[in-house]
């Protein structure tokens, strides 16, 4: 098992490794510059010259790479170009807002997900497994910007239900103090995290119907059920924990394409989160903020994945590792 | 006895839930504030600052916040005139005299404050001069201040301007840029990181306004300075509100989720803004123009002549062929004029009767033929040697404005035989190429300074050369006119030469002006006294008021 973990880390590490490498090259080729990126009177040519000496722009690019990689080994991820503040510090504050916005739609995605699918599972192909099935394809058709555009003009501009954007409203909460201010943050954080939880649960419903279709065909569960146990406890208790096994894949799997989704719905609500930033320093140029935003993704991404395996391990004990 | 089921029971549990979570969500903080001094304003912003620190930023989100929490030794006027002293209103200094043709001398307002206690003194002003012009803080404001040879302190209270030359704008270049910083605050950052310094993102003014808080992406918040020696502001709290485009601006506005903003963009937003109940429009006028821009040398190298806009003559068909006013309506319906020359509407020398090429399709399509340029292989495209008339225009994907006209340049240019293509990228692309002159045309929009003395230099005349002139046009006689026009002391005089010194550009057709935007900024109608001053929207926020019949309980919610 020892062995196992240590392979898996030094491969997340590899990953992560040539995620830097590309983004920070990709980056640095696409043209454009840090410098006089506003249609106000452009900055003089030695201002952004002196800009660009200070921030070591103007050295070979592989010597560029060099020193953020040294620089990264001891922690140092720089300077933003835009922020004027340690790129640290940006990614403080930006990495909660989108872990919360994350974890919220990971809940959403799996409580509803699952419920769906043994919901279908228990009528399957009758009406409402039928009519249930086409809705979850026709939202995990769909673009999530645009789920949330049409969330957003439906229910905060049409309706004025929720908020239109932002993670709270600074006026009445400036600080987490009050109960109130509490309610206000997961006011605003329900229509994000409904539109990226709600995609993902349309696929974890069509993934659980059919793992609990197939172990509603097992021999236990027609034992149970001659025993004359309850179909609720049937289903819940004997079948669910045996159809589970797929959605902790799925559940690995998931969290990548949360990170990913997240970009555009963090941009679409306003929400300053990983995906907003690294959008935002993508468009000024702000080389540091951009391979952080990558580097710190694609960690967790990795990171994710190498939970999943070893959820899925510790799940099914027939399952052993080679070489534990 | 039947017993509830538990689905039922958790389902009542859920909606219970949610209803709480609404109802303590919409349940307002309580404030005890009353009266004339209470009020939060909350203020949509599509753009963050990236430092609160003046003399390091050229942003005007930046600009907006921090004019609100450092002062100048003195204000441009309503009247939006720079020439003289006439029109300036005194913020730090309370009075300022010549002492002689090229000495200005500042009296600063003894009662003026920094906001941690200490007096603002004439060596503040000093500092601020000598860090404006230090190379190590770069500042981009540096050029503007090169007339000004020495700034001296007399006595703590009396600070001496000391100018190279005598020239109309001198008072302008002395006041209008700087705002005085807290040299005792300063003195110990050095200045080759004051770009990074945490000053900047907590700053200490001698403003109307406190820094408050600054919720990176989301919120900006500054407080009223109740002792404020110009006069304590009425409006309490002011939050900056971050949000990514103009069309939630405009949503979050109809939504009572934000106050007040500067401006719309499209036609459509503001239709949507003013037509809301609960929200007044102020127009006023616009600091942007934009227009298609030719490239008068070789793409990428300036040595050279462009195969096509090197010819005037070429050009000035083009010109005529641009329906100018018709491309506004579709565009901008009644919110914008088409421009006489290099102009924003807020420029004092906007001339509607300046003489420009007018709009001719068949002149321009008989000039087209007389130079040559005939469509000899009957593919719809004139051609001329061989050559094509063809030819890429960049446009940034950013704004939606210029990718419509992009459109429309394109299918007028398509009617009179010209095969156009356009090269949409992003603004960091687009800046680096139109600054590197890697284009053919490109549609640009400069935001202007109140005088025309700083932009036009910079944009259309050899001076401006490396700098913003991306399309390399050279005029000498057009220089020498505007050089004129920036030395003339009489304001008349000068109107008249820079009218001749535009009309003598719209005849050299290096670009086709298209539009001068209207600006229109939003208030919510429960504040009154808005007054907005076209150069700097937010000036006089510290008049704006509340009145305490109008109070919500929003506005008087603390902290």
């Keep these: 098992m020892t062995a196992w973990i240590v392979r898996r880390l030094a491969a997340s590490i590899a990953i992560v490794l040539a995620v830097v490498t590309l983004t920070f090259f990709l980056i640095h080729l696409a043209g454009g510059s840090p410098c006089g990126q506003s249609d106000a009177q452009s900055v003089a040519p030695e201002v952004c010259a002196r800009l660009r000496a200070q921030f070591g722009l103007d050295r070979p690019l592989w010597e560029q790479y060099g020193k953020y990689l040294w620089a990264v080994l001891h922690g140092e991820l720089g300077q933003s170009f835009w922020q004027r503040r340690p790129v640290i510090a940006a990614l403080q504050d930006a990495l909660p807002n989108t872990l919360l916005l994350a974890g919220t739609a990971l809940v959403i995605d799996f409580t509803l997900g699952l419920a769906l699918g043994v919901y279908q599972a228990a009528r399957a192909r009758r009406f409402g497994d039928i009519a249930l099935g086409n809705a979850a394809l026709f939202v995990n058709s769909m673009p999530t910007f645009w789920l949330g555009l049409v969330l957003l003009l439906v229910f905060a501009q049409w309706l004025h239900l929720v908020p239109v954007g932002g993670t709270h409203d600074p006026v009445l909460c400036s600080r987490l103090d009050s109960l109130q201010c509490v309610a206000d943050r997961l006011w605003h954080l329900a229509l994000p995290a409904t539109t990226l939880g709600v995609v993902g649960a349309a696929a974890t419903a069509r993934f659980q119907r059919n793992a609990m279709l197939e172990v509603l065909a097992q021999d236990f569960v027609r034992t149970a059920r001659a025993k004359g146990l309850r179909e609720r406890r049937v289903l819940l208790v004997h079948a669910l924990r045996n159809a589970l096994l797929p959605s902790i894949t799925l559940f690995g799997l998931a969290f990548p394409f949360l990170l990913t989704g997240a970009v555009l719905v963090e941009w679409v609500f306003a929400w300053p989160g990983m995906g907003w930033l690294s959008v935002m320093a993508i468009g000024q140029r702000d080389y540091p903020v951009v391979t952080a935003t990558a580097l710190v993704a694609s960690a967790m991404v990795t990171l994710g994945n190498l939970l999943a395996d070893a959820l899925y391990v510790a799940a099914d004990p027939r399952i052993r590792v080679r070489g534990a | ?559």
């Design chain 2, 1 to 559: 006895m039947p017993t509830r089921p538990p689905d039922r029971l958790i389902a009542r549990l859920w909606v219970a839930g949610v209803l709480l979570l609404a109802a303590l969500a919409s349940c307002a903080r309580r404030g005890a504030c009353t009266g004339d001094y209470c009020g939060t304003v909350v203020i949509a912003a599509a753009g963050e600052p990236d430092i609160l620190l003046p003399p390091v930023t050229e942003l005007s989100p930046s600009r907006d916040v921090y004019d609100q929490v450092f002062l100048k030794l003195a204000d441009l006027g309503m009247s939006g005139n720079t020439l003289g002293d006439e029109d300036f209103q005194p913020q730090l200094a309370e009075r300022w005299e010549w002492a002689g043709p090229v000495t200005l001398v500042f009296h600063l307002d003894p009662r003026a404050r920094w906001q941690d206690g200490r007096a603002v003194t004439a060596a503040d002003v000093v500092f601020t001069y000598d860090a404006y012009t230090d190379s190590l803080v770069n500042s981009p404001h540096r050029s503007t201040l090169r007339l000004i040879s020495a700034v001296t302190a007399r006595d703590s209270l009396t600070a001496v301007f000391r100018f190279r030359e005598r020239y109309p704008e001198m008072f302008y270049d002395a006041v209008y840029q700087m705002r005085i910083l807290p040299a005792h605050l300063l003195r110990t950052i050095p200045r080759d990181q004051w770009r990074t310094a945490p000053f900047g993102r907590a700053p200490v003014g001698d403003g109307p306004y406190r820094f408050a808080a600054w919720k990176a992406g989301e919120s900006l918040e500054l407080v009223a300075d109740s002792t404020f020696y110009l006069g304590r502001p009425h409006i309490r709290r002011v939050i900056f509100r971050f949000v990514p485009n103009l069309q939630v601006v405009t949503t979050q506005l109809v939504a009572g989720e934000a106050d007040v903003t500067e401006q719309l963009g499209s036609p459509d937003n503001v239709k949507r803004a003013c037509g809301a109940p609960q929200l007044a429009c102020y127009p006023y006028k616009g600091a942007a123009y934009g227009y298609l821009g030719f490239n008068l040398t070789a793409p990428g190298d300036s040595t050279k002549p462009h195969p096509l806009f090197g010819d005037r003559e070429l050009r000035r068909a083009l010109a005529m062929a641009v329906d100018r006013g018709a491309m506004l309506r579709n565009v901008f319906g009644d919110f914008a004029k088409v421009p006489p020359g290099p102009l924003s509407q807020l420029t004092w020398i906007w001339d509607p009767e300046t003489r420009g090429l007018p709009h001719d399709s068949a002149q321009a399509a008989r000039l087209l033929t007389r130079l040559g340029w005939i469509d000899s292989d009957s593919d719809g495209v004139r051609d001329r040697a061989g050559q094509k008339l063809a030819f890429r225009i960049l446009v940034p994907t950013t704004s939606a404005i210029r990718r419509q006209y992009g459109r429309l340049l394109q299918e007028q240019f398509r009617t009179f035989g010209a095969d156009v293509q356009l090269d949409e990228v992003d603004l960091g692309l687009f800046s680096e190429r139109a600054r590197t002159g890697r284009f053919d045309a490109v549609l640009y929009t400069w935001n202007t300074d109140p005088t025309p003395a700083s932009s036009i230099p910079q944009t259309w005349t050899q001076a401006g050369l490396g700098r913003s002139n991306h399309g390399r046009y050279v005029n000498a006689a057009f220089d020498r006119l505007v050089d004129r026009a920036v030395a003339t002391m009489n304001r008349g005089e000068a109107r008249r030469l820079w009218r001749s010194a535009i009309e003598l550009l719209n005849q050299d057709a290096p670009a086709i002006f298209l539009f001068a935007p209207d600006a229109v900024a939003v208030a919510h109608r429960r504040i009154a006294n808005v007054t907005v001053r076209p150069d700097s929207w937010l000036a006089l926020l510290r008049t704006w008021r509340i009145p305490g019949d109008r109070l919500t309980d929003r506005d008087r919610a603390e902290r």
